[in-house]
C-alpha cells in the first residue's frame, strides 16, 4: 500500500497541492526540523571590518563601522551565508530561516543602511531558495523550505527607553507596521515560503508584525497569490516565564491568536531545560501547531554557550517525550551538528506526536493583559468593567487628566482592579482636552505599571480614531468600547475590520441610522442585523469576540416612557443570546440610576436587583463601580 503522506509529497513536488496541506500531512507523521543560529555560524568566520564591508561597501560612511551588521554578508559574503544555510540543510533541517533578523528599515538605522532593506531581504530570502531547491532537487521526496525571518527590531513599543518618562517610546506601532511590512513584502518577492516573527520579547512588536502581514497578505492574494503560512516564535526572559515586555506565555499567545498563525513557540534567551514548563503550557492551549528552538544552554561567563549537540538533542527529545512539539531547532550557541543531533533524536520511536489541537466545543472569548482571561460563564459569572477611569464617569479622573496628573489617574486604574474589575475602562473623550494624546500617554503610562496592565483594557471613545489610537499602544487583547451603525453601514464595516485587524474584541451598541434603540424590539433587531453583518464574509469577525450593548439607560426620571427601559434591556439579553450564537452581552450599570445621583444606597440596590435579573437572563458583564459592587 502506499501510503498517503508519500502521495502528497509527489503532488507536492509537482506543486499540486499547497503548502499548507504539505506541512500538515507531515506535521502528523513527524517533528519538522528548523536550523540553527546563524550568528554563531558567522562568528567562526571571524569576519573583520574589511570582509563586512566587500568590494561594494568599501568606502561607505557609518558611525560606527559595518562589523556586526551580519544582514549585511548577504551582499558581500554571500558564499559564506550560503554555506551556512547549506550546512543546515545537510544536518537534516526541512526549514531554513533568511538571514534577515535586523532587516527593518528601524534596525538598520544604526548602520545608516536604511536605503539597502529591499534588497537585503531580497537578496537574503533568493540566496536562501537558492540551497534549499538544491537540497529539495537531490531528494524530491524530502522539500526544503525557505521562512523568511522578521526580528523583534531593536526598539520596543511597550517599554519606555527613558527611566525618567514611562510615557516615553522611540517607536510606535505604525513605524513598526510599516517597517515590517516593507520587510515581509521583500521576503516574499525573494521567495520564501513562510513568514516567520521570531524572538518576540515586545508583544507589542509583534502585535504590529502580524498587522503588517495581515495586510501584506490581503493585497497578495489579490493580486493572486497563495495563502503564506505564519509562524510565531517568542521569547521568555527569565524564570518567572514572562516576556520582556512581563507578559506571561499564555497572554503572549492570547495577544497573538487573531493572527491565526500556523505555529507558536519560543525561541532563544533560555536553554532548553530552562524553558519546559512555559513550552508546556503553552503547547496546552495553543490551538495550533507548536514550534522550539532554544539556545545551546544558557549564556556561559564568556557569553558563549556550552550545550553540545548531545545536549540538546537529549533536552529537545525530553519535550517531545512529552508531546510539547511539532517544530524543533536550535537557536544562539547552535550549530550544525546540533541540528544534525536534534533531527536524529526526532527521528527515534521515543518522541510523541503532539497532535493537532481539536477545535472546542464552542468558541470563547479570550482577552489578555500581562495576564490571561477566558471570558466564559464555566469561570465566573459575570466580568466586571471598572467604569472610574472615565473623564464623563468620575469628577476625580477627569480633574486628573486635565492636570495632566497621569501618577495619581494610574492610582484610579489600580484601585479598581484592587476592588475586582477584571478589565479596566478607559475613556477620555472630553471637549476641552486632547483625545489621541490622553488615550496615548495614559496607556503607555500603565503599561509600565504592572498592577494595572495585569488586567485588559476596555478602549472607550465616541471618536473611532481615538480608539484606533489605543489599541495602537496596548500589547494584551483588549475590547473596543464602541462601535455601531449609527455611522452607516460603510464606515461600521470599515471600523469593525480595523478592529478584527488588532485583534480586540468589540462591544456594539444598540443603535442604528435612525438612532438609539430604546425598546425591546428595536435593541433585538438592531443587534441581529449588526450581528449578520459582522460574522458575514465581508467581516468575518469572530462571534465569541461580539459584545452587544442593548443600552442599559436611565429609569425613574419622572417620565412615564422611562419605566420600562430597566425591563426592555433584561429582556432584550435573552433574545439577543438565541438570536446571535457565543455573543456576549454587556452594559454601562450605572447609567441606570442615574436619576438618584449623590444617594449611593439607592442607587447600589437598583443596581443589584437588575443584575440578578439580567445576568439570569444572559447578561456576561458590565461596566461598573468595581468597588460598589
Ligand atoms: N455602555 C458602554 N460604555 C459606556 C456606557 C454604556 N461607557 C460609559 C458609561 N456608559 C459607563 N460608565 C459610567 C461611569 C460612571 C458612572 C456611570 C457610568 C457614574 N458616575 C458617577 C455619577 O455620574 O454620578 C460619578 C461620581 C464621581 O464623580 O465620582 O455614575 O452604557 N458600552
Redesign the pocket.
Known sequence: MVPSYFLIMVAYCSSKVDIFDYLNAQLKKRILILDGAMGTMIQKHRFTEEDYRGERFKDFEAPDGLKGNNDLLTLTQPAAILDIHEKYLASGSDIIETNTFSGTTIAMVDYKMVHLVHELNYESAKLCRQAADKYTAMNPLKPRFVAGAVGPTNRTGSISPNVEDAGFRNTSFDELRIAYKEQIAALIEGGCDIIMIETIFDTLNAKAAVYAFDEFQDEYMEKGGKRIPLMISGTIVDQSGRTLSGQTGEAFYTSLRHSKPFSIGLNCALGAQQMKPFLRRLAEIAECWVSVYPNAGLPNAMGGYDDTPEDMARDVLDFAKDGMVNFAGGCCGSCPPHIKAIAEAMKGSEAVLRPYPTKPERPMMWLSGLEPLVVDKTRFAFLNVG?RC?IA????FARLIKKGMYGEAMDVARKQVEDGAMVI?L?VDDGMIDGMAAMSRFLKIAMTEPDVSKVPFMI?SSKFDIIEEGLKWVQGKCIV??ISLKVGHDEFVRQAKIVRRHGAAV?I?AFDENGQAATYEEKCRICKRSYDLLVSDEIRFPPEDIIF?PN?LTIATGMAEHNNYGADFIKACKTIKEQCPHCKI???V??LS?GF?GVNKVREAIHSVFLYHAIQNGMDMG?VNAGML
Open positions: 467604569e472615565n464617569g468620575s469628577r476625580k475602562d475613556n472607550d468600547n464602541s462591544v451598541m450593548d442599559i454587556s452594559g454601562g450605572s447609567n442615574f445621583r461596566i
